[in-house]
């Protein structure tokens, strides 16, 4: 049961960094598909996770434009929520019911919490 509850956990928390998962996965694709080895490669991709992480964090922060910073986390966001809506649509399904409510409640939490890690304090 811990095992599952890890899955679980880690699988919502990477849905909570969806734009920055995804960036970093065509990085890493995409300079394998141009030919560079693998090892260098991983360390592309990680790098473009790293950085999408910074860049928002950053923009986030030091923006005083309210709009502009609201579409910057909505940018983060949005995909979140997405992908929150999605595992736990999955979940739901195999779990055996499937409950439209409890995917878009996961989706929303997922998207708040993204939110609020792009904008919240560093701890």
């Known amino acids: 049961m ?48 790293m950085s999408v ?24 966001a949005i995909p979140a929520a997405i992908a929150g809506f999605s595992v736990a649509s999955a979940f739901a399904s195999l779990a055996g019911f499937a409950s439209i409510a409890i995917a878009l409640v996961a989706g929303g939490l997922s998207g708040a919490i993204a939110a609020q890690r792009l904008t919240g304090p560093v701890a």
């Open 2 to 49: 811990i095992g599952v509850g890890f899955l679980i956990y880690a699988l919502f928390a990477s849905a909570t960094l969806a734009l920055p998962i995804g960036a970093g996965l065509a990085a890493g694709f995409g300079s394998a598909a141009l030919g560079v080895a693998p090892l260098p490669s991983v360390i592309i991709g990680i790098a473009a996770f």
């Open 53 to 76: 992480i910074a860049i928002g964090r950053f923009a986030a922060l030091s923006l005083s434009n309210r709009p502009a910073r609201g579409m910057l986390i909505a940018g983060f």
